[in-house]
């Protein structure tokens, strides 16, 4: 059975940093895309940023680029996000997915953005950030 499981999350102090980690089982995401998204209480549920499948390619919403950094460890099959310089506003219960395509290299502008495009979901790891 195939499962995404993200850890790291936390409370911290607006101005700090947390990285999550999501680890793949049941098969390996080596070759495949995936992103983080996020959902806040009463919103819908956002882009946060994606890798494509050999790590060479990144996108990262307007929100989080140049306090997030999204990567992967294919030897461990697992993906991570590093959130610096959090923000209040980064409060969220944040979701990693993966990709079924096999080693995709042609998107739309917005492939990556669209959580209908993506076939596994983790369960979700709560960021609560304080002012």
């Known amino acids: 059975q195939v499962q995404l499981v993200e850890s790291g999350g936390g409370l911290v102090q607006a101005g700090g940093s947390l990285k999550l980690s999501c680890a793949a089982s049941?098969?390996?995401?080596?070759?495949?895309?995936m992103g983080w998204f996020r959902q806040a209480p009463g919103k819908e549920r956002e882009f946060v940023a994606a890798i494509n499948w050999s790590g060479g390619s990144t996108d990262y919403a307007e929100s989080v680029k140049g306090r997030f950094t999204i990567s992967r460890d294919n030897a461990k099959n697992t993906v991570y996000l590093q959130m610096n310089s959090l923000k209040p506003e980064d409060t969220a219960v944040y979701y990693c997915a993966a990709d079924a395509a096999y080693r995709r290299t042609s998107y739309s502008s917005r492939y990556l953005r669209t959580p209908s495009n993506y076939d596994y979901w983790g369960q979700g790891t709560q960021v609560t950030v304080s002012s």
């Open positions: 049941g098969r390996t995401f080596n070759n495949h895309a």
